[in-house]
């Protein structure tokens, strides 16, 4: 689906990505962000010199590359700035510098305007917000830093296909994107998990080509086969995100992916991990705690949101058993999730009655 950003649909984003997320459609929004730098706010998050001046001078460890014909390996930000700095025909390779975390960098967070429906609706940012110590988060919900990410391209680089596990929305700040995203079915499925460079596209069915210019904003939905190719030197700014209406369906995701680890050849399996445990965590707590979900839904809430809680709650029950969840489980998961939001949920229970 594609809609400029001025158009009556995309005006309301918060129900377009519902809508566009519950049909399993990905979004195109055209001129969706700034035409200048897309969701980037200064030079930091709008150019990749920018960008990977800011990394230098921070002293960030080595990035971890892709390159092009190559094993991928760690690569300095210095070498990879002084070899994007130079011509696309006289660099020493092509590189794809994927996901530079920005969730925990207070500077890059604060020159990032991310579509302002995430803030409310998002409900990884909730458990974000909802734990008072950093530390205890990474140490819990792994990789939280890694929802937002940052990835600067070299032109000419390409992705394989693959998909990742969950929502994402993406802008991109310099340069020029191309993705191609391919309809599910068991037919691309089996492609994609045997898929070579050497194989080309053809074997996929149903593609679509998708330019990603400045100032544009890409959702895709979960479990999308998809693979990236980069005309012009690029910087992109991606985030995940979990909205209630597709809160059950990303538990079953979630619980399959568990189930069959190779399924998913997705880029990052920290991701995955912490998406999990974050899974995990929230299920343990409604399960635990119905009286939790009013916490969630309040007047402003979508009857849609309120439909998706209601939704995920039965999806738990369903997948109850192969959780593995009993009693114990349960009485522990509560105590994780006490210690980790610093909250009593007995209290919280009391309060909403
Ligand atoms: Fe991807």
Redesign the pocket.
């Known amino acids: 689906m594609e809609y400029y950003s001025d158009s009556p649909k995309a005006l309301d984003l918060h129900k377009l990505v519902v809508e566009s997320m519950m049909k399993q459609k990905p979004v195109l929004i055209r001129c969706g962000a700034r035409s200048q730098g897309g969701m980037g706010l200064n030079s930091t998050t709008q150019t990749i010199d920018g960008f990977l001046m800011y990394l230098e001078e921070q002293g960030f460890p080595d990035a971890y590359c892709q390159l092009q014909g190559q094993e991928p390996k760690p690569i300095s930000i210095k070498q990879l700035r002084e070899q994007f700095q130079k011509t696309s025909g006289s660099r020493d390779y092509i590189a794809n510098g994927l996901g530079f975390p920005f969730m925990n960098d207070q500077n890059l967070l604060a020159n990032i305007s991310l579509p302002g429906f995430l803030e409310k609706h998002d409900l990884l940012r909730r458990v974000a917000a909802m734990c008072s110590d950093f530390n205890k988060i990474r140490a819990g919900l792994k990789v939280a830093p890694e929802l937002g990410f940052i990835v600067v391209s070299m032109a000419g680089s390409t992705?394989i296909i693959?998909?990742?596990n969950w929502p994402?929305i993406l802008g991109n700040s310099q340069g020029l994107k191309a993705f191609f995203l391919m309809e599910k079915s068991d037919n691309n499925r089996e492609c994609r998990v045997s898929w070579e460079s050497s194989h080309g596209l053809e074997m996929f069915q149903g593609k679509a080509v998708v330019d990603l210019q400045v100032g544009d904003i890409l959702v895709?939905d979960e479990e999308r086969d998809?693979?990236?190719y980069t005309p012009e030197d690029s910087l992109l700014i991606?985030t995940h995100f979990v909205l209630a209406e597709m809160l059950a369906r990303v538990l079953r995701t979630s619980m399959f992916h568990k189930n069959n680890p190779d399924y998913a050849n997705?880029?990052s399996p920290r991701v995955r991990e912490y998406f999990q445990n974050f899974i995990e965590v929230l299920n343990f707590s409604y399960i635990a705690n119905y009286k939790l979900t009013k916490t969630y839904i309040n007047q402003d809430s979508r009857p849609s949101e309120a439909w998706g809680f209601w939704d995920y709650l039965e999806a738990c029950y369903d997948l109850r058993k192969e959780w593995g969840m009993t009693v114990k489980k349960i009485k522990e998961a509560k105590a994780h999730l006490e210690s980790l939001f610093g909250l009593d949920l007995a209290e919280l229970s009391q309060s909403n009655r």
């Open positions: 992705t693959h998909q990742d994402t895709m998809h693979g990236v991606g997705d880029p």
